[in-house]
């Protein structure tokens, strides 16, 4: 089973040329551009306590005058309140019925060698309605290898809030998910006759209080044709290098929420997210394909206007392209078998992959995955010196947006830091509304992408060290461990593109798609980029390998796929770390040559006829 | 276009393009310009050493400018604009007789149709775009032709080995932009529109579900061959759809639509004659709701409306391409119901003919057809092609892959490319009864009188909606008309034109898009036009699937007040 995975692209990849790149990635696994700069600058450790890292939390608490009840929302209620009183008594029962809607007005442009490809901007009202059916002990949302979960429909709804025609539509969806959950129930209760037990015996489902919060909804304009200037003006950067492909493109979320439950809870949350990806790829004589990215991440339109400036995003294309320059002259990577150094966001993506998915709770209730860490609670998994914790309350590190921040989950449970390692030592799980054993109550980390199933994910991923040494001394103790071995050199991951983790019984493993990677010799000769690495090993040996951390923290921002609930944001956060043993393998080969012609010779401007 | 005027022209492009492209153009003629100037150096320079070269390059930009709408209960849901530019790139390696096109390479790279392009009319961007595809289908192309000669060497030589390219295709130099075309894609007022249309079922409890779908849409075609052709042609539809859905009391799903169809929007029916055939389609909707089951057995079918349009499209339009199909490692492929080996066999009654003219861009009552064009998707120009003559098959369709029978195009190249080849498609169907349609008294009449002649307890059904199964239809007596419902008709296909037994005289028009493999960027519009049909010995029976319950509640608009405890 190919269980998670995490990349920085999505779909903003469209069109053939792009859907190819996606797949590249895709197969890849994950894509890893984040800005390079925002904290590297922070002064070393000199000592050996590790400062923290500098978290801007988001309170809870509104802070804002309640909003008004949206007519819309309000005939939510009505319409709920209808559905509960008939359908509580229908056999079986419906226990729980929710309505999720998500007011998603998207706009995504990018453009390639100076003129825009693409611009789609859509508005659309999405209602997701849940309803389950039986009781929380058991009931007809129970995971279950035999029968399948029923598929999310999501309906449109209007765009104004008409009363009448909202009513129309949850009633159709409510009636309809009813019934399929009703069959489900019925198949879940019929297998379980001749089916062993679970392993967890835990309830199907959480009581969790009811919440009501009403945060206005602000305005949303972005500015279209400033910043089809602004990508137009940063694209033509790449005609530098014209046998590169090269992309500047950006897209902005406005996914504004409401949340009714019969439970009680109504939520009426805002939510922004804006992304700006620069991405290159370059074919090289021997068949390879070398892609390089950057990333910018807002949780506002106005933050992502002050951080992609004309000159910042110059800075990155021509990053990009000095990155593919270099790849390309680069030497082939070899297998390698030895020490290696993760700078922070390689860092960051490495605990995704090891740690991350396996703490994520409703796992435990897949009997085909491996459960790394069921039995792992007060259990010692790393060195002493680290902890790690998911906070989706935390807002940015520094300057610096994490994207996977929320205070409400998809579920509508208010959002909690969930310490998962202290001092090495496992403590507990993210959950959504599944609780496991031990765990009876979510810790407000239910999500997923919209039209798709919520479970646990991560959200915000941090990687703490109580102890740190300084960036030279990380070095130091490196070739230290080179020498020990009798190597010639060990390595530096400066990025990684991304990585996937297989949590299959009888496999577990964890892949690194690794982009920047440099040789550092043992008789100080100057660092050696080399291309085509891969990264591979198993969880729980590469987390027993870590030797030591700086304290100074990178951050990896991106999307995360996986199983049942697709892609949702999502940040991790790390320190540099040295690992003591890591292997590496050689990445696949491509076949394609570059283009037979020489590119087109650019020509002048002039009028046309 | 006389022949001298296309020869001094294609003169004239040919020293154009010799020249270098020193310079670029920046605005309108920029797209052109780059297309012309990449093109003229790929069909010079694109080689690789030791294998053939390309001897025919086209490219084709498609800009689409459209607004959507989507309306629910008299509530919109989606109204949105959007503009895209997607590219073609066609291209023929090796040689007329024997090319890299109408090969079914299994293992082979999948040959790109089409890719979204930059919207911007930048000289420079553009043809980096063109090199850059240029390229991909070039290897692609290649890789095919390999293959296909691979495949040839293992196969024994066809005594009837036909060409894979006609090459007598005559320059086109062509600019075309009908009237409609003019009016700007505008999601407002068919956005209100949509909306007021849907409200009507607020008056109509029985109906569970109303939604409407409506898009304008216009497209500019941009197209360029190394044969000198320059075809910069404009089309235009809107749709407005508007659909009824509820369940019988048993559960049975059951719905209706009304569609809508112009040329621009103000050639749709007035509001309020919309409003009336939504109101009649909501009755008829209703009536089903009670209708009786339908019995199984022998029938007389007369389909009528865009039920007699339907069957046209499902036993006669997609049949009638000449293109031959692709060959394979394991020999040819067979096309599902082909007519194409039947050319000159009777294939249908003789009052029956049919025939295929993409130049009728209106009907004479004014209506405009979504199937009319001046040039196809090889820039060739259309023909009027007489398909059947009394019954008897005498021409398919063709784009430029001839075939035994038929050795060039006759402007029916439409869509994309399958397989290295373009398919010969329907574009604007005539079905006609000539002197023997009956009026819609006499057709019912005739449809007893079949009845009566192929024994007692022979029902006749009046089929008014299509799906895969009729949806909207009668049980036909001599007392009248009443609603059926759960009917479905077994073993429809082309064979099923003998028996055909009569024809209406009132024509049904049909626009449509069709989507689907190789239908281009947003789809192929077509028009089917034809007469109600009536048909002899069709086997129905009645439906006896499982169905969903009807709704364990109310709707809420509808629902009653509860009566205080």
Redesign the interface.
């Known amino acids: 089973m190919r269980a998670a995975r995490l990349e920085t692209t999505g779909d903003l990849l ?4 792009r859907r190819s790149l996606l797949v590249a990635l895709l197969l890849a696994g994950c894509a890893a551009p984040r800005p390079a700069t925002d904290l590297a600058a922070t002064p070393p450790a000199m000592d050996g306590k590790a400062r923290p890292p500098a978290l801007v939390r988001a309170s809870l608490e509104p802070g804002v005058a309640a909003a008004a009840r949206a007519p819309g929302l309000a005939a939510l209620e009505r ?1 709920l309140a ?2 509960r009183a ?2 509580a008594e ?1 056999r079986p029962p419906a226990y729980f019925i929710a309505y999720r809607v998500h007011e998603l007005r998207f706009l995504e442009m990018s ?15 999405w209602l997701d309605t849940e309803v389950r059916v039986g009781e929380r002990r058991f009931d007809s949302s129970r995971p279950s290898r035999s029968v399948p979960l029923n598929r999310v429909e999501l309906a ?5 809030d ?1 009363a ?9 969806e409510t ?1 309809r998910q ?2 399929a959950a009703a069959q489900r129930l019925s198949q879940l209760r019929a297998q379980q006759a001749v089916r062993v037990e679970r392993e967890d015996s835990s309830d199907d489902f959480t009581a969790e209080k009811p919440v009501v919060q009403l945060r206005p909804f602000a305005a949303w304009q972005p500015d279209v044709p400033a910043w089809q200037a602004r990508l ?1 003006r940063a694209s033509a950067r790449f ?1 530098a290098l ?1 046998a590169l ?1 090269g992309e500047v493109g950006m897209r902005a979320i406005a996914d504004d929420r409401w949340v009714v439950t019969s439970e009680g809870t109504v939520l009426q949350l805002p939510g922004r997210r804006v992304e700006l990806m620069i991405s290159a790829r370059l074919r090289t004589g021997d068949g390879a394909e070398l892609t390089s990215e950057r990333r910018l991440d807002s949780h506002t339109l106005e933050g992502i206007e002050a951080l992609a400036t004309d000159d910042r995003l110059a800075g990155l294309v021509d990053e990009v392209v000095a990155t593919l320059r270099a790849l390309a002259a680069a030497p082939l990577a070899e297998p390698y078998v030895g020490p290696a150094i993760f700078e922070g966001g390689s860092a960051a993506v490495l605990f995704h992959e090891a740690l991350g998915h396996r703490s994520e709770g409703s796992r435990l209730h897949r009997d085909q995955e491996d459960h790394t860490f069921a039995s792992k609670v007060g259990v010692r998994v790393m060195p002493a010196f680290l902890s790690v914790f998911d906070d989706p309350t935390a807002r940015k590190l520094g300057s610096l947006d994490l994207v996977g921040h929320y205070l409400f989950d998809d579920d509508g449970v208010p959002a909690e830091r969930v310490t998962l390692v202290e001092a090495g030592v496992f403590k507990g799980f993210l959950l959504g509304r599944t609780p496991v054993k031990g765990f009876s109550r979510s810790n407000g980390h239910g999500r997923g992408e919209l039209g798709r199933h919520r479970e646990s994910r991560m959200a915000n991923l941090v990687v703490e060290p109580s102890a740190a040494v300084p960036p030279a001394e990380l070095r130091r103790r490196l070739l230290d461990e080179v020498r020990r071995r009798g190597l010639d050199h060990g390595l530096r991951i400066r990025r990684l593109s991304g990585g996937e983790t297989i949590l299959s019984r009888g496999e577990s493993v964890l892949r690194l798609e690794l982009s920047e990677v440099y040789r550092v010799f043992a008789d100080g000769r100057p660092d050696q980029l080399v291309r085509g690495a891969n990264l591979s090993g198993t969880p729980l040996a590469v987390l027993g390998r870590i030797e030591a951390a700086t304290d100074r923290y990178e951050v990896f921002n991106g999307g995360c796929g996986a199983n049942d609930s697709g892609w949702v944001p999502q940040s991790n956060t790390s320190p540099d770390l040295l690992v003591s043993e890591v292997e590496i393998v050689r990445k696949p080969k491509g076949q ?1 040559r570059p ?3 020489p ?11 | 276009m006389s022949p001298t005027k296309r020869g001094a022209l294609a003169m004239v492009l040919g020293l154009a393009w010799a020249a270098p492209p020193a310079v670029a153009v920046a605005g309108e003629g920029a797209v052109e310009q780059a297309m012309k100037d990449e093109l003229a150096r790929s069909l010079a320079e694109l080689q690789v050493p030791g294998e053939p070269r390309p001897y025919y390059i086209a490219y084709t930009f498609t800009d689409v400018e459209e607004a959507e709408v989507n309306a629910s209960f008299g509530a919109v849901t989606v109204s949105e604009k959007r503009r895209r530019r997607f590219l073609r790139v066609d291209m023929r390696v090796g040689d007329p007789k024997l090319d890299h096109s109408n090969f079914s390479a299994r293992y082979s790279t999948p040959e790109y149709s089409s890719s979204e392009a930059a919207l911007d009319d930048d000289y420079g961007s553009v043809r980096r775009l063109l090199w850059r595809r240029t390229d991909d289908a070039f290897r692609a192309a290649l890789e095919r032709l390999s293959a296909k000669k691979g495949a040839a060497e293992r196969q024994s030589e066809s005594a009837d080995a036909v060409p894979d390219f006609w090459v007598g295709a005559p320059a086109v130099n062509l600019t075309h932009a009908p009237p409609a075309t003019g009016a700007v894609p505008d999601p407002g007022p068919l956005a209100g529109l949509a909306a007021r249309l849907t409200s009507i079922f607020r008056a109509h409890a029985g109906i569970q579900r109303s939604t409407a779908f409506a898009q304008h849409t216009v497209l500019r075609r941009r197209f360029v061959s190394s044969e000198k052709s320059f075809i910069d042609e404009k089309t235009s539809n809107v749709r407005l759809d508007v659909r009824a859905e509820t369940q019988a009391g048993d559960g049975m799903p059951l719905w209706n639509a009304a569609w809508f169809r112009a040329l621009e929007p103000r050639g749709l029916l007035g509001p309020e004659l919309m409003g009336a055939e939504v109101e009649r389609r909501a009755a008829e909707l209703e009536a089903a709701r009670t209708a009786p089951l339908a019995t199984s057995g022998d029938a007389v079918v007369l389909f009528e409306g865009p039920a007699a349009t339907d069957i046209v499209w499902r036993l006669l339009a997609d049949h009638l391409s000449g293109t031959p199909p692709a060959r394979t490692a394991e020999g040819d492929e067979r096309r599902e119901g082909s007519l194409a080996d039947r050319l000159g066999q009777r294939v249908a009654p003789s009052f029956l003919s049919v025939h295929d003219d993409p130049s009728v861009e209106h009907m004479p009552d004014g209506r405009g057809l979504f199937g009319a064009y001046r040039t196809d998707d090889e820039g060739v120009a259309a023909e009027r092609v007489k398909l059947i003559d009394k019954g008897v098959l005498t021409g398919l369709l063709m784009s430029r892959t001839p075939s035994r029978d038929l050795g060039r195009s006759n402007g029916h190249g439409r869509g994309t490319a399958i397989d290295g080849s373009y398919q010969g498609r329907f574009a604007n169907l005539f079905v006609t009864g000539g002197a023997a349609a009956l009026d819609a008294r006499r057709l019912r009449q005739k449809a007893l009188a079949v009845a009566r002649e192929m024994g007692p307890r022979t029902s006749v059904y009046v089929v008014r909606l299509m799906d895969d199964e009729p949806v909207i239809a009668f049980h036909l007596t001599g007392a009248g008309e009443k609603p059926v419902r759960g009917l479905m008709i077994e073993g429809l296909s082309s064979r099923r034109l003998k028996d055909l037994v009569a024809v209406g005289d009132t024509p049904y028009v049909s626009n449509l898009v069709r989507f689907g493999q190789a239908s281009g960027v947003r789809g192929m519009p077509s028009s089917i036009v034809a007469p109600p049909l009536l048909f002899k010995d069709l086997e129905v029976r009645r439906d006896t699937r499982k169905f969903p319950k009807p709704p364990l509640y109310e709707h809420p608009h509808f629902a009653r007040p509860k009566p205080a405890k």
């Open positions: 469209i069109g053939r040329r319409e209808r559905a008939t359908l229908a453009a390639i060698d100076g003129a825009i490809d693409r611009t789609l901007a859509t508005h659309r009202r449109l709804l209007p765009r104004e008409d009448a025609a909202i009513a129309a539509v949850a009633w159709r009636d009813y019934k137009r005609a014209p492909e394609d283009p037979v012609l590119p087109p010779p650019p020509g002048e401007a002039r009028r046309g006829p």
